[in-house]
């Protein structure tokens, strides 16, 4: 599917030359057959190899390759990788004792959860699906007015007005980016600026949504539109919460009014995330 990403389209899938074209220290393979004869000589060999000062892909075929992983590498300061060597990860420490809630979540009005996403993935294509068929309110941002400046004002303006309004009345609002309508629009050599035009203009409703009713419950799907929409809002840091499914957690903003906050890639999460992530920011 990231073949057709369009604006990130990988074209190539071996990581090592898609990460060396990224840097200039070397980058290293370690073969599966290396890491399914055990930690310790994993270990070894990782030790060899940070020597040379770049970096080591490891290569992966099943869930004991990342348990061997996880133990050889344990040690190591600086870790990249899926939401399943983290797991494995976590098998190897105590369990950290539940977090309190803070004393916000006993102030946070019962009011609704503003979604917004600006992916044009297919997973999230099939969440924006399954909560409308839910019955949840729904705005589309559609692209081919974003290049007028007063036909872009003019969809802004309905937009922020109705999601205030729906927001307002504590209803749940999800604002989204046509897969179909953008894609097709998409595939030209300014792709990648339709796609960063989309972002930003994503980030810019919910600002103005937010200086309008201030939404303490927020979910933003898709990568560059929630770099964006934080950016605006100001959000430098969070604190992981509790996990609404595997790599999806929610998490808590440290800003001055703190935010129940979900951010998720464009292809993670089942078709019914959206409604388990609200059901969860409504019942945390």
Not at 52 to 80: F, K, M, R, S, W
Not at 110 to 137: F, K, N, W
Not at 217 to 246: D, M
Request: negative net charge; hydrophobic residues 40%.
């Amino acid at each position: 599917e990231f073949r057709h990403d369009p604006a990130h389209p990988m074209r190539q899938s071996n990581l090592g030359d898609i990460l060396q074209q990224q840097t200039d220290r070397t980058v290293r393979s370690v073969d599966h057959t290396v890491v399914s004869q055990g930690p310790r000589l994993l270990e070894q060999r990782l030790r060899e190899e940070r020597e040379t000062g770049g970096y080591v892909i490891l290569d992966v075929l099943d869930q004991e390759d990342l348990q061997i992983i996880a133990e050889a590498a344990a040690a190591i300061p600086v870790l990249c990788g899926s939401s399943a060597l983290a797991e494995e990860l976590g098998q190897l420490t105590p369990p950290a004792s539940r977090l309190s809630p803070p004393a916000f979540f006993y102030e946070l009005p019962p009011d609704g959860v503003l979604i917004a996403a600006g992916s044009l993935m297919p997973q999230t294509t099939a969440q924006i699906e399954y909560l409308r068929r839910s019955g949840t309110h729904t705005l589309e941002l559609t692209t081919r007015c974003l290049g007028d400046p007063e036909q872009r004002q003019r969809l802004l303006s309905q937009i922020v007005d109705e999601a205030a309004a729906v927001l307002g009345s504590q209803g749940n609002i999800l604002i989204f980016t046509s897969r179909d309508t953008a894609a097709d629009r998409a595939q030209g050599p300014h792709h990648t600026q339709l796609h960063r035009l989309v972002s930003d203009t994503m980030a810019q409703i919910v600002k103005m949504i937010h200086e309008r009713v201030t939404p303490r419950k927020l979910i933003i799907a898709g990568g560059e539109t929630s770099a964006a929409v934080c950016r605006a809002l100001g959000i430098t840091a969070v604190q992981v919460w509790q996990e609404i499914e595997p790599g999806l957690p929610s998490c808590i903003t440290f800003t001055d009014e703190p935010q129940l906050l979900v951010l998720k890639s464009g292809s993670f999460g089942s078709a019914s995330f959206f409604a388990k992530a609200v059901d969860h920011l409504n019942t945390v």
